[in-house]
C-alpha cells in the first residue's frame, strides 16, 4: 500500500520558481504512470504532467514549457520542477497514479502573487 506525502509548495511571486516533491511510503517502480494533479479555489483537480515508468513525459498545454515531471524510481520519489511560474498556476498541488487509484496525500499549497 503506497502513500504519499506532497511536499516543496510556499508563496512565489510571478516568474519565480518552486520544485515540488512527491514521497512514496512504498515503491512506484511498479506503478505504470505517476502524476501531478492541482487544484483551484473553485475549480476542478485538473491533470498537470505525467510521467511513465520508462520517464516518458506529457503535460497540460497551460504548463506546457514551464514544468517539468520527473520521477526517482530507486528512492520512489516524483518531482514537478515549475519555473516562470503565473498568479493561474497558484493551487494546492497533490501527485497521484493514472488513473489515480493511491490514496490522496495532504499536497502542498502553492501560491503565485502579480
Known amino acids: 500500500q503506497v502513500q504519499l506525502v506532497e511536499s516543496g509548495g510556499g508563496l512565489v511571486q510571478a516568474a519565480g520558481s518552486l520544485r515540488l516533491s512527491c514521497a512514496a511510503s512504498?515503491?512506484?517502480?511498479?506503478?505504470?504512470?505517476m502524476a501531478w494533479y492541482r487544484q483551484a479555489p473553485g475549480k476542478r483537480r485538473e491533470l498537470v504532467a505525467s510521467?511513465?515508468?520508462?520517464?516518458?513525459?506529457n503535460y497540460a498545454d497551460s504548463v506546457k514549457g514551464r514544468f517539468t515531471i520527473s520521477r526517482d524510481n530507486t528512492n520512489n520519489t516524483v518531482f514537478l520542477q515549475m519555473n516562470s511560474l503565473k498568479p493561474e498556476d497558484t493551487a494546492v498541488y497533490y501527485c497521484?497514479?493514472?488513473?489515480?487509484?493511491?490514496?490522496w496525500g495532504q499536497g502542498t499549497q502553492v501560491t503565485v502573487s502579480s
Open positions: 497521484n497514479s493514472v488513473p489515480n487509484y493511491l490514496p
Open positions: 510521467i511513465t515508468r520508462g520517464g516518458t513525459t
Open positions: 512504498g515503491t512506484i517502480f511498479s506503478i505504470a504512470f
